[in-house]
């Protein structure tokens, strides 16, 4: 026997449970269906933000929020006039659930867990009526007449509206070029740099607030706060160039060279600075105190790697150790060899090419009533809400359209 739904969803995640809801409230009328691969729905969203879901990003001006997109800059800044951060706030707050911002932006649940949201999620699906299918792994879809008949591995279901909301799912992508659309090359976006460096090879856990960093023989910068971890470095300062460099990076292997500036000023000041404090600290050691507000240990690194021994002080140095240290402190070179992943958020850059999709509705320009949400779209964003912020546009504008 063959099911029918008047909307069929495909992938039970962020992007798909938010299409569901949208249209199952506003069309209380539609046989509305998720077709789900696994067990459970809402994998990611349950471990997102390190369980506690960022769900969204205090940032309230379309064009500013566009600029945390790597890929769908442009196109998303039209859906973000129709529904945006300050619109997920309220949808959420609404229906009794309402997020905290924190000091850098990101916005979570006020009970800091993502299983408020996972809950909410299903119960309201199951509320409104929408038939969550699981173990249904769907492995093709065709355009029959006005009907869209998607095959499952174990059934066959037919319906007016198809969404793909499958995320980064390869075999939906081989599908859907199928039916003749463009799939951009997936890649990996949000992840650390591997770096194996005396400098910070013995401080994992040491945090700046505010560097700049480089990548160099390329135009990617980015500027932030930077993490020391066991592998390397990491934070928004790394996690941007990631996603921005997503391609890039790829392309070489990642293995590729930066350049640090830890304190943000350049070189030149720099250097008059350490100058000075060889006139009024020169009875100091250097390396006991730190300077520029640097964690002492870093500090003490890269004194070190300055060819400055322990016991000297300021009145010790010669212009050549005062060269190295402005040089280390403002144009450190470090040289990564490979990346591991950021466990709080991660995403795949690529997707159904943009030139394909119409931005009012999140249709496909070459299939009517097919709609495509969230990660299965070339779309993806810095770490801190925006890739969840997608999901809940991209799914919210199409469920209109239904
Ligand atoms: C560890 C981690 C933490 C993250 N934390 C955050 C965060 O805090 N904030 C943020 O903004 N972003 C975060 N992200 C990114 C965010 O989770 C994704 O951008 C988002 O989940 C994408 O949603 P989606 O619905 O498009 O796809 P997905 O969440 O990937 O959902 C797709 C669904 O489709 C199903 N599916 C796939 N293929 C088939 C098929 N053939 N048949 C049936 N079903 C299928 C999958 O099983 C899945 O349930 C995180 C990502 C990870 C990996």
């Known amino acids: 026997?063959?099911?029918?739904?008047?909307?069929?969803?495909?992938?039970?995640?962020?992007?798909?449970?938010?299409?569901?809801?949208?249209?199952?409230?506003?069309?209380?009328?539609?046989?509305?269906?998720?077709?789900?691969?696994?067990?459970?729905?809402?994998?990611?969203?349950?471990?997102?933000?390190?369980?506690?879901?960022?769900?969204?990003?205090?940032?309230?001006?379309?064009?500013?929020?566009?600029?945390?997109?790597?890929?769908?800059?442009?196109?998303?800044?039209?859906?973000?006039?129709?529904?945006?951060?300050?619109?997920?706030?309220?949808?959420?707050?609404?229906?009794?659930?309402?997020?905290?911002?924190?000091?850098?932006?990101?916005?979570?649940?006020?009970?800091?867990?993502?299983?408020?949201?996972?809950?909410?999620?299903?119960?309201?699906?199951?509320?409104?009526g929408v038939k969550v299918l699981y173990n249904q792994s769907v492995v093709g879809f065709e355009e029959n007449e006005t009907l869209w008949k998607i095959s499952t591995k174990k059934d066959v279901f037919t319906c007016e509206k198809l969404i793909i909301a499958t995320g980064s799912n390869p075999k939906i992508w081989n599908l859907l070029e199928q039916l003749g659309h463009t799939i951009v090359k997936p890649v990996p976006s949000l992840f650390t740099f591997n770096i194996k460096d005396k400098r910070i090879?013995?401080?994992?856990?040491?945090?700046?607030?505010?560097?700049?960093?480089?990548?160099?023989?390329?135009?990617?910068?980015?500027?932030?706060?930077?993490?020391?971890?066991?592998?390397?470095?990491?934070?928004?300062?790394?996690?941007?160039?990631?996603?921005?460099?997503?391609?890039e990076l790829a392309e070489c292997n990642y293995q590729f060279k930066i350049e640090i500036n830890f304190i943000s000023i350049g070189y030149d000041e720099c250097l008059t600075l350490l100058k000075n404090f060889k006139l009024t600290e020169a009875k100091k050691q250097v390396g006991?105190?730190?300077?520029?507000?640097?964690?002492?240990?870093?500090?003490?690194?890269?004194?070190?790697?300055?060819?400055?021994?322990?016991?000297?002080?300021?009145?010790?140095?010669?212009?050549?150790?005062l060269e190295a240290l402005a040089t280390q402190l403002t144009k450190a070179l470090f040289e990564v060899n490979g990346k591991s992943t950021f466990k709080e958020e991660f995403v795949t850059a690529g997707g159904v090419d943009l030139k394909e999709v119409n931005f009012k509705t999140f249709e496909s320009k070459l299939h009517n009533h097919l709609y495509l949400a969230g990660e299965v779209l070339n779309i993806d964003a810095v770490t801190g809400g925006f890739n969840f912020q997608n999901c809940w546009t991209s799914a919210f504008i199409l469920s209109k359209n239904i």
């Open 1 to 128: 026997m063959i099911d029918y739904y008047n909307v069929i969803i495909i992938g039970g995640g962020a992007a798909g449970f938010f299409a569901a809801i949208n249209i199952a409230e506003k069309h209380p009328h539609l046989k509305v269906s998720i077709l789900e691969r696994g067990s459970e729905g809402l994998q990611k969203v349950k471990i997102s933000g390190g369980g506690r879901c960022n769900v969204t990003h205090a940032e309230f001006i379309p064009q500013e929020l566009v600029k945390n997109y790597p890929r769908g800059e442009k196109e998303l800044l039209g859906p973000f006039h129709q529904f945006m951060t300050g619109d997920t706030i309220e949808w959420f707050e609404k229906r009794g659930i309402p997020l905290k911002i924190e000091e850098d932006g990101r916005m979570f649940p006020e009970t800091d867990s993502s299983k408020t949201i996972v809950d909410f999620f299903l119960n309201e699906a199951e509320r409104l």
């Open 288 to 321: 006991k105190y730190s300077r520029f507000e640097l964690p002492k240990r870093l500090w003490q690194n890269l004194v070190k790697a300055s060819q400055i021994s322990e016991n000297k002080t300021w009145a010790d140095l010669n212009l050549e150790q």
């Open 201 to 247: 090879q013995d401080i994992p856990g040491v945090s700046v607030p505010h560097v700049q960093v480089k990548v160099l023989d390329s135009k990617l910068t980015s500027e932030g706060a930077l993490l020391v971890t066991h592998w390397g470095l990491s934070a928004p300062a790394i996690l941007k160039l990631s996603a921005f460099g997503a391609l």
